[in-house]
């Protein structure tokens, strides 16, 4: 029988083995075929775990993998192997450009199976106290600070009309400016929540109309992986 697709998450953060379940550690210890998005991030995870990297084959899968690449890394399972599929952190697939490889799984009917373990994205809209119900992931805004502040005030009209939280990342590096931007640009009585560190030690997570931030939080979360939010009243 051909082998299964496992998609596989991964800790947000180092020191955090602990946020994957047993379960889903037990179905990958035995895998030595992995496609990852980036091979340091995921030999340090894998080598945690108590994988015997010498053992295993990867491949690299990220933004600049070329449509072409992608059947190669299935060819295990034409052998009746199985392929492990990780993200840098999270949920592969989600965000993240594993999708891809999770399709065309998908149109070789390769058995695809999702494990459990911690999601950023799900984290923090369930941390925020705004509206899971109905959300939007909008993945990166632009980076400059004029096109962000228009961006921002885009995401707050269509959450004003549709009542849904909307949901942003960005580089780490650039978390004070978001903060900035957000508070001088969004209406004072938006909502606007930021999850930052998710399961590590160092978490931090808040929500406030905007009238109720301090710009100076921003500083405190600079190079932390963050998730910000928003719901417009």
Known sequence: MPGNLYLIPSPLGDHALHTIPQATLETLRP?????????????KFLKEAGVPLQECEYYELNKRTEARDLPEMLAATARGCDV????????????????????????RGIRVVPLI??????LSVMASGLNGQSFTFH?????????????????????????????WIEAPYRNQATVEVALE???PDTLFSVSCD??????????????????????????????????AG
């Open 185 to 187: 640009s969004l209406h």
């Open 117 to 122: 373990g911690p999601s950023a994205i799900l």
């Open 198 to 231: 998710l399961t590590l030690t160092t978490e931090f997570i808040f929500t406030g109309r905007v009238r109720d931030w301090d710009k100076a939080v921003g500083a405190s979360l600079q190079k932390r992986p963050a998730m910000f939010l928003l719901l």
């Open 139 to 167: 993945g990166y805004l632009s980076p400059k600070r004029p096109k962000l502040a228009n961006d921002l005030r885009r995401l707050e009209a269509a959450s004003r009309k549709a009542n849904a939280t909307q949901l």
């Open 31 to 43: 895998l030595r075929h992995f496609v990852v998005e980036t091979g340091k991030v995921a030999r």
């Open 84 to 107: 492990g599929l990780l993200s840098d952190a999270g949920a592969p697939g989600v965000a993240d450009p594993g999708a891809k490889l999770v399709r065309l799984a998908h149109q």
